[in-house]
């Protein structure tokens, strides 16, 4: 499972960790997890994030400005994109790559 390197350096933020084997899928304000049957991930039955003995999943996390985990939940199969992803509480700086991801992967629920 990532485990939100770039949470880690924007601690006031939350991040979406992934699990492989897991997707989170997003369209029209709402979002949608998606995973594979059968593989390995990190959500174990009573909920605990431990890496290889669960299932695929989806992950909410927050670190402090020390790098101790402060919220670190699964994500729902599905719900309103904003439960995920609140209003930014600090200065937003886009990451200049963005430009050519949103050019090599269009979509077309996007604003403009």
Same mark, same amino acid.
Do not use: F
């Given at each position: ?11 006031? $933020?939350?991040?979406?960790? /992934?699990?492989?084997?897991?997707? /989170? ?34 992950? /909410? ?8 985990? /402060?919220? $670190?939940? #699964? ?10 992803? #609140? ?11 963005? $430009? ?13």
């Amino acid at each position: 499972m990532a485990h939100g390197i770039a949470v880690r350096r924007s601690p006031a $933020e939350r991040g979406i960790c /992934l699990d492989h084997h897991a997707a /989170l899928v997003i369209s029209d304000g709402q979002y949608r997890v998606l995973t594979l049957p059968g593989k390995p991930g990190s959500l174990t039955p009573d909920g605990r994030n431990v890496p290889g003995e669960g299932v695929p999943a989806v992950w /909410l996390k927050s670190v402090s400005e020390d790098g101790r985990v /402060l919220e $670190e939940k #699964p994500v729902a199969e599905c719900g309103a994109l904003e439960e995920l992803l #609140p209003a930014a509480r600090g200065a937003v700086v886009e990451d200049p790559r963005v $430009e050519t991801a949103r050019a090599e992967n269009p979509s077309d629920d996007l604003p403009e």
